[in-house]
């Protein structure tokens, strides 16, 4: 295929599209560039494996860092394991594209993309995004997009399209918005407590930019001679979805209306209406047309049966406005939180329960050591808050082998990371390094917001600072041709059978962190606002039960948490404190029984659960790294006598020697007829000579100098 180039330019901002470069035998790929980062980005479809009853859609982001002109930290100095940041990007993409191919596609579908350039301008994730729909179009897959993604960032007053590294750091939002003609199909945000009406129209304005994108698309492919593919569904067995409707229908919609709170007597119910259908299909003639169209497809019974219950459950909310438990529309389930439900062992602890969903949220503190390194393409290096998410299996009342976290539980923590990460205290402010796990050990719905609310109550129940206590609620939404139901705090049902999860977390002052996953191809802006403002008295019902539990950080930490003290060094001095192999900061250590780390800008950190033991390493580190000055008087210790004088320790790692002609106002004999060994002396600085050493002297010391050398070690915490 000839190469072809193309150039969108919105914003100030220019996207280019180049086809026919590389790739030649994917389905369809495309090289999106803007600026010097640039995706390669493939889609390709092959024949479905037998019995497959789901869209086995594979979608995979790859970050090489040659992109970045870095060679990897690994061992093998090679990309192994993909990075968080990989796996939250590779979810980017698949959420807005998996709800618009057709459901009933069977076919194995796989899209990757591949970071083959970046520099520290465009964050090439909303690339990848955009660049899935286009080869997506160009393979001829049956989809119904285009789609596009932007970003959105708020500097001062100003939204700014596809924002650079910077003005992310530095702005109040980092904002991702993906749509189709039909509407927004994806939001992912973090903000810094940002008022819902602001959230709104930064989504509006991100949507523009989406639709130009989409635009251009449809451009593209109509130049290439590309139609839109739309295959169309294969016919059902009317027959058999008649069998089913006919013995379904009314015993689901008499328990759907039994408001039943207990989700596992509703589900058990639900089941033996199911089983009862199966066994009069088993008890009929092998020649009956039911019997044949099962048969033919083994999983029909149960989707058939899914549908009902689907549209059942839809219409008693759009017609009666009444859910599946009784609630109303905008009514939140039964709310308990508990605080210090662990021993002290623990740093904090939270237990937050919403229904039949329950978090325990638990709380660590660490040194600045203790930070995660990042070895990917973002400019970030290390992380000092981690947010991580456990969703067992017995939370759902099932059983499955436990394995190392998947792409959900790592985008739940990652949500949760960044609901949270706006009213954290600044580094300089509290410099340890906090871990939260969410355990999710029951689950009926929303338990990503169950995370942030628990991790709340542990964060001020381990006495972290945090400026505003944050909560979060999972909205959602039923619709039915022009009708729309908005719902709040939804469960696994609602979730299951419904058409949006648009979960909202923040504060009493605004919104800190958004995600909204739709199942159906596009919502408008009226709805999406309606979603929001709803949201903000669910979350406001969560945050006064959570105070209820506590109202405000502790004033004290865990005796079992390490004690944190910080000082600032020169950077030049960073080595003299480290010693020739590290020796002098280990002998400190040891003797300290303290973890000591050091910034490149010379912040020391040192850390360890015995105060005092921490204020000794505070102390030794300031001796060694003390700027001296001549006629400065300390008191000190004799370490060690020679001859011609005696050796004086007059601060933690510093030590001078007096000659035997300064230890007093007369002539001395023998050193030892003076000092000795393990006695405390005053001395006074003579002289620092060209080589570094200090020579010391007792004499010339005023009387109200000593005074008040003395007064200052007595009144010294060691």
Known sequence: MEEIVKSISFDGREIRLKIGLLAPQAGGSVLIESGDTSVLVTATRAKGRPGIDFLPLTVDYEERMYAAGRIPGSFQRRESRPPEKAILTGRLIDRPMRPLFPGWMRDDLQIVATTLSMDEKVPPDVLAVTGASIATLLAKIPFNGPMAAVRVGLVGDDFILNPTYAEILAGDLDLVVAGTKEGVIMVEAGANELPEADMIEAIDFGYEAVRELINAQLELIKELGIELVTAE????????????????????????????KDKAIRDGALDEVKAAIVTEIEALDDDHPVKLAVAASGKVVGDTFKSITKK?????????????????????????????????????????????????????????GDAQELDDLSPDSEKRYMHHYNFPPYSVGETRPMRSPGRREIGHGALAERALLPVLPSRVDFPYVIRIVSECLSSNGSTSMGSVCGSTLALMDAGVPITKPVGGAAMGLIKENDEVRVLSDIQGIEDFLGDMDFKVAGTRDGITAI??????????????????????PARLHILDKMMEAIDAPRDELSPYAPRMLTLKIAPEQIGMVIGPGGKMIKSITEETATKIDIDDDGTVTISGLDGAKAMRARSI?????????EGDVYLGKVTRTIPIGAFVEFLPGKEGMVHISQLADYRVKTVEDEVNVGDEVIVKIREVDNRGRINLTRLGIEPEQAEAVRAAAANSPE
């Open 233 to 260: 569904q294969p016919a059902a067995d009317e027959t058999l979805i008649q069998f089913i409707a006919d013995r379904a229908t009314a015993p689901v919609k008499e328990i759907l209306a039994r408001f039943e």
């Open 312 to 368: 059942l459950m839809r219409a008693q909310v759009v017609e009666d406005n009444v859910r599946v438990d009784g609630r109303k529309l905008d009514e939140i389930r039964p709310i308990s939180c508990k605080v210090g439900v662990l021993p002290k062992r623990v740093h904090g602890a939270g237990l937050f329960n919403r229904g039949l969903t329950q978090v325990l949220s638990v709380l660590t503190l660490g040194s600045p």
């Open 515 to 536: 995600q909204l996953d739709m199942k159906i191809t596009g919502l408008p802006m009226d709805v999406i606002a309606s979603a929001i403002n709803k949201a903000l």
């Open 621 to 629: 580190i300031e001796g060694m790294t003390k700027r001296l000055k």
